[in-house]
């Protein structure tokens, strides 16, 4: 597990334009060494946006949650390894072949092109997700720890290296997986911030105390007014 707060911390590039992603990259600069390119980036973009933030020296985290059959999934996987992004990840419920198909995409692209290959992580219930939503209107009758503990050991039976997990969750899953098995908490909000459109919500020092390796902060950095000083207050609480 990374030990210095600036590696545990993925700042999410959700913005709508590559102008704005590379300014929030330079204002970080020497501060934050992650960033997250997720969906709305990605489909304005293109790849010239992991392109670009790698030039810049960052290290990216493909959010694109593949969900998809088994072989479309593999050929999704080749190119982002062969994009040289440090992690991506997949729905965990897409189920055992398809995550097992990303896994064997992610290892052979990376072998064929001498290049190392990325974590390849599932996604497990969503932080806007509550026990309710996930009964009412996902049919799942156990509970959020529950589904996403089954969820994980999908995930690791197909040789994926780890999961994207609230923090609530963290604990379980440690017990339950091990030291080794990487997590990604998303849903993290500084002391104070608001909670936005998340349900599932913890403070950096909770969610990297609870043992995720890396923690996603979005908003409460990208919206601030300084940029720079909302990460290392972030960093400053997971320290604490």
Aim: glycine share 8%; with cysteine.
């Amino acid at each position: 597990m990374p030990t210095d707060p600036k590696d545990r911390v993925i700042v999410a590039l959700d913005v709508d334009t590559l102008e704005a992603a590379l300014v929030l990259v330079d204002r970080l600069d020497g501060i934050v060494t992650r960033f997250k390119i997720g969906s709305q980036l990605f489909t304005a973009v293109g790849p010239g946006a992991v392109e670009a933030v790698r030039k810049r020296g960052g290290e990216v985290f493909l959010d694109l949650k593949y969900h998809d059959i088994p072989n479309t999934v593999a050929g999704a996987a080749r190119e982002a390894t062969r994009l040289g992004v440090f992690m991506f990840n997949v729905h965990a419920s897409g189920g055992v072949a398809m995550m097992r198909a990303a896994a064997d995409g992610a290892a052979s692209a990376a072998k064929s092109s001498a290049i190392r290959r990325p974590l390849v992580i599932a996604v497990t219930v969503l932080t806007s997700l509550d026990r309710t939503a996930l009964s009412r209107e996902l049919a799942v009758s156990s509970s959020v720890e529950g589904h996403v503990l089954h969820l994980c050991q999908l995930a690791r039976e197909a040789g994926l290296d780890g999961c994207v997990a609230a923090a609530h969750e963290i604990r379980a899953i440690r017990t339950n997986l091990g030291a080794s098995w990487v997590i990604v908490t998303p849903g993290v909000r500084p002391a104070g911030s608001e909670a936005d459109d998340q349900s599932r919500i913890a403070t950096p020092q909770a969610a990297a105390g609870a043992g995720a390796h890396y923690i996603v902060v979005g908003r409460p950095i990208t919206t601030a007014q300084d940029p720079a000083k909302a990460a290392q207050r972030v960093m400053a609480e997971i320290g604490t």
